[in-house]
Structures are given as structure tokens and as C-alpha cells.
């Protein structure tokens, strides 16, 4: 079975949280309209998730929470996943979902852009980081040697990210 992947960095959050812890932070409306924006294209051309996989940073998990509504995919939250998670530790979670089909894992930036830059093929390779709101899917060569995912080993499909008129990173 082929492996698709679905990266996901979280929507646009406030600058301070409430209890003033980081990992508190929720989405600005501006993020909510860009997990809407990403859940409305999945579900209009696909891939669909099996499984979504969220941070438990607030904003990443509103962000997870949005798509989880809008598409009906399942949702877990994995620590590793968290703002001090590596692109090692992320590895260990596709691994341990490949046998999924299509896979979404929502996080944070910088893991997320060097994740996505590990994976694919270096003749694909995206020149800039991920935006807040941006996904990133891709297509690993089928069938997966057993289930090993590694560096350059997957295909850019698309990039996925909402712009209007008031567009910041």
C-alpha cells in the first residue's frame, strides 16, 4: 500500500496565551480560516487522512481539532509531536503510522520544515520554510520497504496554504 503524508504547521496564534505559558497560545481568527482553508481542500481533492496526529500544543491541537470536525478523520495527540520534538522523534511517529494509507501530523516550525526537506526527493525540495497554516503533502514510493521511511524517499504533491489580503507568515 502507498504511504501519503500530510504535514501540517499549525494556523496563526496569538502572541500570549492567557496563563502565559507558550504552549498555551490559541489560534488567531486568522488561524481558524486557515485550518478551514486546508480541511475544505482536503476534502475537496483529497488526500483525505486516515489519521490526524497532533501536537498537544494548543494552537496545534485547535488547529488538528478543525480538520478532525470538517473531514471526520480520527485524531491523536502524540507528545513527541510538542514544540521540542526533532525531526528523529517525528520519524518515529510516521513510522509507527504508515500502515495507515494517508497520515496527518500537525506541529510546529522549525521541525516541520526539515522534516519535510528530509523526506523529499532533493530534486523536489521546497526552497522556504513552512508557513503558519501551510501544508506540505507528499507521496512515498510504493510499496514501502518494510514501512522504512527515510531521507528523499518521498514525492511533493502540493503545497497547501491560504492567501488574502492581510497574508503574514
Known amino acids: ?38 480541511a475544505s481542500e482536503l476534502d475537496a481533492r483529497g488526500p483525505k487522512p486516515k489519521l490526524i496526529v497532533s501536537s498537544p500544543a494548543v494552537r496545534a491541537l485547535n488547529t488538528a481539532q478543525i480538520i478532525h470536525r470538517q473531514l471526520g478523520s480520527p485524531l491523536e495527540v502524540d507528545q513527541r509531536l510538542f514544540t521540542d520534538g526533532t525531526v528523529a522523534t517525528h520519524m518515529d511517529v510516521l513510522q509507527e503510522h504508515a500502515h495507515v494509507g494517508t497520515l496527518m501530523i500537525v506541529g510546529h516550525n522549525m521541525t516541520l520544515s526539515e522534516l519535510a526537506f528530509t523526506l523529499i526527493d532533493p530534486d523536489q525540495r521546497p526552497l522556504d520554510e513552512l508557513h503558519t497554516g501551510e501544508a506540505v503533502i507528499m507521496s512515498f514510493r510504493a510499496p514501502l520497504f518494510k514501512g522504512v521511511i527515510g531521507p528523499g524517499t518521498a514525492r511533493l504533491d502540493t503545497r497547501l496554504r491560504m492567501i488574502d489580503q492581510d497574508d503574514e507568515a
Open 1 to 38: 500500500m502507498a504511504f501519503r503524508l500530510v504535514i501540517l504547521r499549525h494556523g496563526k496564534a496569538e502572541k500570549h496565551a492567557p496563563t502565559g505559558r507558550d504552549a498555551d497560545r490559541p489560534l488567531k481568527p486568522r488561524g481558524i480560516r486557515q485550518a478551514d482553508f486546508v
